[in-house]
Each structure stands twice: as structure tokens, then as C-alpha cells.
């Protein structure tokens, strides 16, 4: 049987395809004798697999191989298949290429000879193509040429027609041929043509010049028949002239006719709109606002510039109060007699707006002027931003300037202008601080005597230092750049911080006496910062300041330089955070040091006088019925009296808030202390503990039951601890033994799914809150009932 097998193998490894157990291999003669070794190994295990181990399954050897036979042969039956179908698929796909070839052969020859007939009409044809090239260049030359003649043709009949209306006095139909001839520029923009541009520019400028100044010496005779400009205010109406019907007419088409010449006007004027720096750019003036505002430049000039005693720097009052005058003065005639002209032109133009920016633009030259001359006097600098400001404030309030144009707070945003602002701010109020400390009445308060104006019980250096915040405020509200707005904000957050710091300072040197009222006054006063800073940091305006940090911080990442953290960012962008975040967590932190110090310095004092009470014979005291009444215990006055001092004494001298604070603080560490030194220090019979329950529910809480309904919440040791020491005797023998149970084991304190040591054994925390006993662990009432001295049998 081996042998049959072996020599079935041998058949199998010579055949060509193998039967699907047999693997494939694709090594080099070499190997054939590791494989030999591979496929006799794998002939065994097919035939283990197959067979098994039990010899009876010997019989079923001829039905395997049979089955291998024939296996074999149907694999060889596809091999011969496979080999007598190619060769007609080879021979096919042969006689496709050869066929392929021959196409390509053909295509290559017809190519070649298209090649070379194209190479020699090319050559033939290139003569007629370069005469028809120069042919084509002559022809666009001709072109061009005569457009330029056609151009310069139209100018010329423009410029006759514009001659002769001008002589006849038909002033609309040469405005129309200036308008069409500025149209005419408007297109040659882009053209290439320098000197024909230059042409049209200079005739279209001499023709304008020529219709304004002739308009213009009409409106101007014409404004002097109605008395224009008004230089001070009218003390009574002017009587109308005889021709009114005829001024008002001819009012009418002088205005119409220099509206019309706006477009030519804005085209070919060459007075620079924005050459003063830091002015950003606005619309061009209307041409009769500018007829109109001359004589009123003549006189600003005559008396602000050159050497007139008006000229002074150190009165900037005087041109910006004229200026505002001069609005005030002229701004019903521009109602009443140019705005109902403007509006039946159609121009989109405000009449009183365009008479301020006219004259807005003296003191914006003026105010250019003079501004570097007084970077190196702070005291004239100030001045004129202090005038400059409420000269804003007037222009935007009481003439309604809008405030999309530039006033004059523009001018003083240039960098070295900006930054001399900075440093005098900075200067000043340092300057304001140190006199405000050093003053007399620093730490007082102003309203004491007032208790339902002085809540806060601020101290006048803290409400002075405020105040001059708020005027800083006030003074960078108006400005029309968010940067320069941020970098006050910056300076006010740092004066913030330099006011902290000094407060820590003179804190520091009153830490030896807490108690005393300068320390309560700078308590208050950091209090007091803190609570308006908060305040501020609801406003509206400084939740625009917080957008615009946000918006800057990431146009400035953009550039590569994040001036914020995602997460300052983050917080600031979803308001959660706010700009004096951090300063408000430092003051915070000083009011907390400070509170803290407070209370420390208090209960010294408090135990102190407790000695006496914390050693009271609490064993031996009578018990409850012993006693006709129940009275303080004479070692717990001085105690009590100095609590009540120290209360009374915080609450005159400390805010609602901080008072509160302090209070609840006290009532904390009270509870502690006498939690710890008295109740854990001592052990009490029956007396003692009702004693000690006296004392704390009638004379203790009451004292601070004056700042709140339920006093006893705040010493929820000492309540409780009274409640374990004055139970009965029964009552406390069985809590006793429950505890002890619970702590040995046989009741688990951790009870969980309601599983109980025995059955309906209540758990240790329900035994000790049906006493009342919340706050107190287990453990610590078996401790405060092992200080019970009266237990049977002892």
C-alpha cells in the first residue's frame, strides 16, 4: 500500500497541472530536492488527513486513488484544450498587427508628401505674406491715426461750441459740452496716447476754470445781496430786498449750474482732499459750498495765521469756538435757501453737513499746524486736547456732523502724536495718585455720615482714582480708531495695577493693626475697585473694546503675530471672559488676603478672652433642674462681648458685601474653635451639656441672628454636638451601642441597596438624622458620646 502510494505521488509531481491539494511551486532545479522532501511530507498529511490512524479505513485506499486518477486526467483534458485553441489566437492577432502595419506604413508615406508640398507652398506664399503684414500695420496706422484726428477733431468743435455759447451767453449748453468733454477724459484713461491726454486735460481745465470763475463771481455778488455769510448772530430778521422773486431765481440757477459742474470739477481739480495726515479720505466738497465758504476762509486766515495776537498757541479755544460759531450762524440759511435747491438737482448732498466739512477743514489745517510745535509743552498740549475733544463733542451733538466723516480727532492719532497723549495721560494721573495718598483725608470717606449714599464705604483716594478713570474714558470714548482706543484701555488697566500695588503696599504697613480704620479703608477701597470694574465690564462700550480685541488679535495672527491665546481669545469672543479679567482676580486676591488677616487678628482676640470659658468645670456643673433659671455662664461674657465689639466694629467700618464676608467668616472659624477647644477639649455631665446648649442657641447665635434669619446654620458643629450631648439616657445608650455595632462591622456605614445588619436595624446616618445631626461623621458622635459623663453603672 506504502508503495502504491509513493508511485502515485511520483505520477502527480511529473504532470503538468496538480491536483488542488498539491502546491504550486516555482523554485529553480536547485531546490528540488528540499521540495522532494516538502511534497512527500504533504502526500503523508493528505493521506493522515484523509485515512486517519485507524487501519480499518485502509479499504477506502483504492476509492482515493481513483479519485486522484481521475482528477489528474480531467486537468490534463483542459491542458490539451487550452494548447489547440491557441494557435488560432495567435495566428488571428498576427495577421491584425501585420495589417496594422501596413496601414501605418501607408499613413507615413502620405504624410511625407503632404509634409513637403505644405514646406513649398509655405515657401511660395511667404513673400505675400509679409507684403500683406506691412499692408495690414499700414492700414491699423491709418486707423489710428484718423481716430486721433477724429479725437482731436472732437475736442476742438467741444471747444468752439463751449466758445460760442459762452458768447451768447448760454451758460447750460456749455456746461453740457464741459460735461461731455470730461466724459471724453474719463474714457482716454486707459488709452496709451500721453500728449493727447495731456491736450484734452489742459482744454478741458481752461474751459472749467473759465465757466466757474464766471459762475462763481455771480454767486458771490449774489450771496452779498443776502448778506451772506452771517459773521454773528442775527439780533433780528433782515428785511427781504425789493427783487427778492428775481435773487431767489437766480439763486436757483447759479447753484443748479455749479451742481452741474461737479463732475468736470472732481475730474480735473488738482487741490489735494487728504493732504493733511491722519485725515482719512472724504468726498470732494460741492462747488458752491466751496464759492460759499471763501469769504469765511479769508477771515479765519486773516486773524489764525501770520503774527495776530489771535494767532496763539496756547488759546486753540479761540479758532475752534469761531468755527462753531460760524456754523451755528449759517446753518439756516443753508437750510432754508441752497438744501431745497439741492434737492431738485437730485444731488444727494446735505447742505449743512457740507458747510461744516468746508469749514471743518480750516481747523483740520490749522489744528495740523500747530500740533507739532506742542509736543514738548504738556501743559499747552493738554490744553488743546482737551479743547480739541470738546470740540467734537460739540460738532457731533449740536450740528449733527455724521460720524462716518473725519472730524479732528484724526489729526491727533499719528503715531508721535498718539504717543505724547499716552505719556501725559500716564504722566498725570500718576501725577493725581501720588497727591490723592498723600493727602490729608485719603482714607476717609466722604459719605459716612450718609449710610444710604455710602454703601460701599469707599474712601475718597479709591472714588478719586475712579473718577479719573472715567474721565480717561471719557476722553478715548469719542475716538474713531479702535487701536488707539485699546492702547488707553491699556493705560487704564495699568494705572489699575499700579493703584493695587500701592494698596499692598500701605496694607502692608498696617498688617501689624488690622483693627485699625485705615486698614478697614483699604479694604473698602479695593472692594470698591473691584465692584466698578465688574461693573465696566458689563458696559456696552467696553464689550465693543472686547470685540475689537478679539477682531485684532486675529488679523494680527494672520500676519504671524498672535497677540492672543486660543483660549483668551476663546473666552473673550464668547464673553465668559472679560478685559480686566485679571486685574479683577489680583484685587480678588488682595481682598481675600486682607479679609483673611482681619479675621485672623479678631479670633486672637477672641481666644484670648475664651480661656476662662474653654476651662469651665463643664463635669460638675448643677443640671437643668437644679436651677430656677438658666443664665449665661460668667466665663463666656468676656467672649461674648468682645464677638459682639468685633461685629459692631466690622460692621461700621466695612462694606454691605465685605461685611458680609467677614461675618460669615467669623461664624466659620467660631464654630471651628469651639467645636475643637471647648466641646472636644472637655468632657460634661448633664448640666455641663445643657449649659453649654444654653449658652450657644440663647446668647451666641442671637448675637449674629442680627445678619441673617437662621444664625444656627453657621455653626452646624456646635449645634450638633450640643444635640449629641444632650440627649437622654436611653436615648444615647442605644445610638451608642448602633454606633459601636456599625464601627465593629456588624452594621455597614456604607449601606447600599438597603441591606441591613438586622431586620429593620435602622442605618447610623438614619439614626443620627432623625436626630437632627447632618454634618457630624459616625465616628465623631461616638466620640462626643464618649465625652458624656454620666452613663449607668459608673
Not at 693 to 703: E, H, K
Request: glycine share 4%; hydrophobic share 40%.
Amino acid at each position: 500500500m506504502d508503495a502504491a502510494v509513493t508511485q502515485d505521488d511520483g505520477k502527480m509531481q511529473k504532470s503538468t497541472n496538480k491536483p488542488n491539494f498539491v502546491p504550486e511551486t516555482n523554485e529553480d532545479p536547485a531546490s528540488e530536492s528540499g521540495h522532494d522532501e516538502t511534497h512527500h511530507d504533504f502526500v503523508l498529511d493528505f493521506v493522515q488527513k484523509e485515512l486517519g490512524g485507524d487501519l480499518k479505513s485502509l479499504k477506502n485506499v483504492a476509492e482515493l486513488l481513483e479519485k486522484v486518477r481521475a482528477e489528474k486526467e480531467m486537468l490534463e483534458e483542459q491542458v490539451l484544450s487550452a494548447s489547440s485553441a491557441s494557435p488560432l489566437k495567435v495566428s488571428a492577432a498576427l495577421d491584425a498587427a501585420e495589417e496594422a502595419q501596413a496601414t501605418m506604413t501607408s499613413l507615413l508615406k502620405r504624410q511625407a508628401v503632404l509634409s513637403k508640398g505644405l514646406d513649398q507652398h509655405l515657401q511660395e506664399a511667404e513673400p505675400w505674406v509679409d507684403e500683406l503684414c506691412q499692408n495690414i500695420d499700414h492700414v491699423d496706422t491709418m486707423e489710428r491715426s484718423m481716430r486721433y484726428m477724429q479725437c482731436l477733431q472732437h475736442i476742438e468743435e467741444l471747444s468752439d461750441r463751449i466758445q460760442q455759447c459762452l458768447m451768447t451767453n448760454s451758460v447750460w449748453e456749455a456746461i453740457d459740452s464741459v460735461a461731455d468733454m470730461a466724459t471724453l477724459d474719463a474714457g482716454l484713461q486707459a488709452s496709451l496716447c500721453r500728449h493727447l491726454q495731456g491736450f484734452l486735460r489742459a482744454t478741458l481745465r481752461f474751459w472749467h476754470k473759465i465757466i466757474k470763475d464766471r459762475l462763481a463771481s455771480d454767486f458771490e455778488e449774489l450771496l452779498t445781496l443776502l448778506h451772506w455769510p452771517s459773521i454773528s448772530p442775527p439780533m433780528q430778521p433782515l428785511a427781504p430786498p425789493a427783487n427778492a422773486q428775481e435773487i431767489s431765481s437766480q439763486l436757483d440757477l447759479l447753484v443748479s449750474q455749479l451742481m452741474a459742474l461737479q463732475t468736470s470739477d472732481d475730474l480735473i481739480s488738482e487741490k489735494a482732499l487728504t493732504t493733511l495726515p491722519g485725515v482719512p479720505q472724504a468726498p470732494p466738497l460741492s462747488l458752491p459750498v466751496q464759492v460759499m465758504v471763501l469769504p469765511l476762509t479769508k477771515r479765519f486766515r486773516y486773524h489764525f495765521t501770520g503774527h495776530r495776537t489771535t494767532n496763539s498757541l496756547g488759546k486753540p479755544e479761540w479758532y475752534l469756538t469761531q468755527i462753531l460759531m460760524w456754523m451755528g450762524n449759517n446753518s439756516a440759511f443753508m437750510d432754508d435757501r441752497i438744501q431745497p435747491i439741492l434737492d431738485r438737482t437730485g444731488a444727494n448732498v446735505n447742505a449743512r453737513v457740507e458747510l461744516c466739512r468746508g469749514l471743518l477743514s480750516l481747523a483740520q489745517e490749522k489744528l495740523s499746524h500747530d500740533l507739532p510745535r506742542l509736543l514738548y509743552d504738556d501743559t499747552l498740549f493738554c490744553h488743546l486736547v482737551d479743547e480739541v475733544l470738546q470740540f467734537e463733542k460739540e460738532l457731533r451733538s449740536t450740528h449733527a456732523y455724521p460720524p462716518a466723516l473725519p472730524g479732528l480727532l484724526h489729526i491727533p492719532l499719528e503715531d508721535a502724536t498718539l504717543q505724547k497723549w499716552l505719556t501725559v495721560e500716564r504722566k498725570m494721573a500718576l501725577e493725581k495718585v501720588d497727591a490723592m495718598l498723600s493727602g490729608e483725608g485719603a482714607w476717609s470717606c466722604q459719605y459716612r455720615d450718609i449710610s444710604d449714599v455710602d454703601e460701599l464705604k469707599a474712601p475718597d483716594c479709591a472714588e478719586t482714582f475712579m473718577t479719573l478713570l472715567l474721565v480717561i474714558t471719557d476722553r478715548y470714548r469719542a475716538l474713531p480708531c479702535s487701536r488707539a482706543q485699546l492702547k488707553f484701555l491699556d493705560l487704564q488697566r495699568e494705572l489699575v495695577d499700579d493703584f493695587r500695588i500701592r494698596l499692598t503696599q500701605v496694607m502692608k504697613e498696617e498688617s501689624r493693626s488690622p483693627l485699625s480704620p485705615r486698614y478697614s479703608a483699604i479694604l473698602n477701597a479695593a472692594n470698591y475697585i473691584s465692584t466698578v470694574l465688574a461693573d465696566w465690564a458689563d458696559n456696552v462700550f467696553f464689550l465693543q473694546l472686547q470685540q475689537a480685541v478679539v477682531s485684532l488679535g486675529e488679523v494680527e495672527a494672520e500676519g504671524g503675530r498672535p497677540v492672543l491665546g486660543p483660549m483668551e481669545a476663546g473666552r473673550l469672543a464668547s464673553l465668559e471672559g472679560s478685559l480686566f479679567e485679571s486685574l479683577l482676580a489680583l484685587l480678588d486676591r488682595l481682598r481675600g488676603d486682607m479679609i483673611g488677616r482681619l479675621l485672623d487678628t479678631v479670633m486672637k482676640d477672641v481666644r484670648e478672652k475664651a480661656q476662662l470659658y474653654r476651662q469651665d468645670r463643664w463635669l460638675s456643673l448643677p443640671s437643668q433642674c437644679d436651677q430656677a433659671t438658666m443664665s449665661l455662664s460668667s466665663s463666656a461674657c468676656p467672649m461674648m462681648l468682645c464677638v459682639r465689639d468685633h461685629l459692631l466694629t466690622l460692621q461700621q467700618r466695612l462694606c454691605g458685601p465685605l461685611f458680609q464676608t467677614a461675618w460669615q467668616g467669623l461664624a466659620d472659624r467660631l464654630n471651628s474653635f469651639l467645636y475643637q477647644d471647648v466641646v472636644l477639649y472637655n468632657h460634661f455631665n448633664e448640666g455641663g451639656a445643657a449649659q453649654l446648649q444654653f449658652d450657644m442657641t440663647r446668647n451666641l447665635f442671637p448675637l449674629f441672628g442680627h445678619y441673617c434669619k437662621r444664625p444656627e446654620n453657621f455653626f452646624k458643629h456646635v449645634k450638633e454636638a450640643c444635640i449629641v450631648l444632650s440627649l437622654s439616657i436611653g436615648s444615647a445608650l442605644l445610638l451608642r451601642d448602633l454606633l459601636r455595632d456599625a464601627l465593629e462591622g456588624r452594621v455597614s456605614l456604607d449601606r447600599e441597596g438597603g441591606a441591613t445588619g438586622g431586620a429593620g436595624a435602622p442605618s447610623p446616618e438614619q439614626a443620627l438624622n432623625e436626630l437632627g445631626v447632618y454634618r457630624l461623621a459616625p465616628g465623631d458622635v461616638l466620640i462626643l458620646l464618649n465625652l458624656r459623663a454620666s452613663w449607668p453603672g459608673q
